[in-house]
């Protein structure tokens, strides 16, 4: 069965800086996605960014980047220039494409942008 | 934009009631989900399925059931509510393929 870790459960930077959030993932497939989502307190979960794991290329969304390492099986999110809007809750996701297509989530991560 | 609603954003059952939520998408998606959000413990898969009347299990099916028997809309059945299983609980949609999940706004249940 496939799982997401992410080990830190809270961080907290200040306005402008750059964060990176952890998180790997195990499996023995080769054909999957990773995502991260945002879910500010408004409770709405909002896709920040995918990974294709064919792609050896890491995704990028304008302030959002990933470290995409296959063979370590590990998905982290680097936020540069970070905003107060940027303050959420962040989980890392998965999912293969063979068999059952589970989505599978990690215990998320607490960021704060401290002004 | 693609719709995912849940029919409550705030739940308050008693104990032993038999408790429905209920989530529509309006994008015609073949997947739905139903995760339960708890603490440190992120999203936890309940129950999914990938097409009408198909289900299956996730990982924490025990106290669940659930009913697709429209492609927009899947319910989550709690058969009779217990005090662990006040939680925030989310509906996801996603299409085959390469489609992310979208989300409802979540139902927070609180059983007392």
């Known amino acids: 069965a496939q799982t997401v870790t992410q080990s830190q459960p809270e961080m907290s930077v200040q306005e402008a800086e750059t964060v990176t959030l952890s998180c790997t993932y195990d499996?023995?497939?080769?054909?999957?996605?990773l995502f991260w989502y945002k879910q500010p307190p408004s409770r709405q979960m909002i896709l920040v960014i995918r990974?294709?794991?064919?792609?050896?290329q890491n995704a990028t969304e304008n302030r959002f980047s990933v470290n995409f390492q296959k063979a370590a099986k590990s998905f982290s999110l680097k936020i540069s220039d970070s905003q107060l809007g940027d303050t959420a809750m962040y989980f890392c996701?998965?999912?293969?494409?063979?068999?059952?297509?589970?989505?599978?989530f990690g215990q998320g991560t607490r960021l704060t942008i401290n002004p | 934009d693609v719709k995912v609603t849940q029919s409550s954003r705030y739940l308050v059952k008693r104990t032993g009631e038999k408790v429905f939520l209920e989530c529509v998408q309006d994008?015609?998606?073949?997947?739905m989900f139903w995760y339960r959000q708890d603490p440190g413990l992120g999203l936890r898969l309940i129950y999914f399925?990938?097409?009408?009347?198909?289900?299956e299990k996730g990982d924490i099916p025990e106290g669940y059931s659930v009913s697709r028997e429209k492609k927009e809309r899947f319910s989550l059945i709690l058969e009779s509510a217990s005090t662990n299983q006040t939680s925030m609980y989310l509906c996801?949609?996603?299409?085959?393929?390469?489609?992310?999940?979208?989300f409802g706004q979540g139902t927070r249940l609180t059983v007392v």
């Open positions: 399925s990938y097409d009408v009347k198909m289900k």
């Open positions: 990974q294709e794991a064919y792609k050896q």
């Open positions: 994008m015609d998606h073949e997947n």
């Open positions: 996701a998965f999912i293969s494409f063979q068999g059952a297509q589970k989505l599978v």
């Open positions: 499996t023995s497939e080769s054909n999957y996605y």
């Open positions: 996801a949609s996603r299409t085959d393929g390469q489609g992310e999940a979208f």
